[in-house]
């Protein structure tokens, strides 16, 4: 039976949440294990559904790993990767989670060859691949696609090029700049994603002994190396974490403590939108608290690349501002088809109209409980914000969506005095 999620409402968030390591990071550093024999040892590892999967992936190319849980929020695995001797990452395995892309640089570039399923659509949009396969085009492989898979080849190695995206694409850097580490020669990556998890692969190489520049600004140069060691290398924190639990704390006018690091950096778009709103955000000693206490302020929203507004925050903003005294314009300029929630949230009462990437929101004095089914990892933490705050309480259907992103969801809440529980 799917599990759901019941939500009881007129709820307070008061409470402190340990902000887990950032799914975002955790994913391609664990596919960039694939670039040593000497395998990795990460540490604030958030024990998610995505992070299993990607370890499951690894484990079918012949990694072994052990994982040790070091809180109820965070894990540390040592990756072994002297035996991978599978280069096939398989569509049952893709089809659950589109990252496991991810695998294709490392694999490529240490191996010569790999098979990786196309991901296939998801709720969000088509979210195509063609920018990952082009750029390893760019670096001597040869590409086909056949039955479903992107068959790569590249016998004599890799070797280094110049190559523009013509979007940015945030796992288009993260593959190229991998697949570029042991490549023969420089690669110059331009037009390149500036996201803190970018970064934090970046730093994560350089230290298994990659020579990459620019991490973090819109030219990423790598210089190729014969091989790469082990590290032990920690994640840095997750801050579309961060930013849901702070959005809690406003819609239910509580008071959260963030603990995670460099949290007011990572969400500087953030936190300057939510200040318009009405929320309070201070530093601690290991963190930022955010509070709420009066009417909250209708504003506009335009999502864009980092260090723009997090598209991955924009659910769970339209829940807050679905609460605002006036009317706010949410424009989702990243994905094609991010408003999924605007249907549900409109079975709570929401006053939402929306046209391709635009939604118009006018605020209501309270939302009404109401069965609700998640459709996407973020957009399920959407409904629980608004679930929260209703009058009454509320069932949230298809509740992996946010384990995908979440980790220990019910023991964070139950930290701030909020009661979820998961209904099998
Ligand atoms: C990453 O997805 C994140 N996932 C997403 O977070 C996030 O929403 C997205 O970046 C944007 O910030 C991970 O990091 C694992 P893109 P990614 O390539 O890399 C187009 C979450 O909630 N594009 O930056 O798949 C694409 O269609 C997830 O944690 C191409 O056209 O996104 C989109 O319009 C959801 N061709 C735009 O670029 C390509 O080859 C940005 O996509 C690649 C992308």
Known sequence: MIEKLKVYGNQKVNGTVNISGAKNAALPILAAG?????????????????????????????????????????????LKTDS??????????????????????????????????????????????????????????????KDGYVHAVARKGLKGTVFKFPVISVTGTENLMMAATLADGTTVLQNVAKEP?????????NKMGAKISGAGTDVITITGVASLHSVKH?????????????IAAGITS?????????????????????????LIFSDIPDGISVKCVGKL???????????????????????????????????????ENRFQHVAELSRMGANISYSASHAIVTGIPKFTSAPVMATDLRASFGLV????????????????????????IEEKFSKCGVLVERIR
């Open 34 to 78: 694939l670039l040593s024999e000497n395998g990795l040892q990460l540490s604030n590892v958030p024990p998610l559904a995505d992070v299993s999967t990607m370890l499951s992936l690894l484990e079918r190319l012949g990694v072994s790993y052990t994982p040790t849980r070091d809180a109820i929020h965070a894990m540390s695995v040592c």
């Open 84 to 145: 991978v001797d599978n280069f096939i990452a398989p569509y049952e395995i893709v089809k659950k989670m589109r990252a496991s892309i991810l695998v294709l640089g490392p694999l490529l570039t240490r191996f010569g060859q790999c098979a990786v399923s196309m991901p296939g659509g998801c709720t969000i949009g088509v979210r195509p691949i063609d920018f990952h396969i082009k750029g390893m085009e760019a670096l001597g492989a040869r590409v086909e696609l």
């Open 197 to 205: 998890e970018v970064v934090d692969l970046a730093n994560c190489l």
């Open 234 to 246: 920690s994640i840095i924190s997750d801050r579309i974490e961060a930013g849901s639990y702070a």
């Open 254 to 278: 509580g008071c959260v403590n963030l603990i995670g690091e460099n949290l007011r950096y990572m969400l500087s778009a953030f936190i300057e939108k939510m200040s318009q709103i009405g």
């Open 297 to 335: 302020e209708p504003i506009d929203i335009e999502t864009a690349e980092f260090p723009g507004y997090p598209t991955d925050l924009q659910a769970q903003s339209m829940s807050l501002l679905c609460l605002a005294d006036g009317v706010s314009n949410i424009r989702e300029n990243i994905w």
């Open 385 to 408: 914000l608004a679930a929260l705050a209703a009058a009454g309480d509320s069932m949230i259907d298809r509740a992996y969506h946010l384990d995908r992103g979440y980790c220990c």
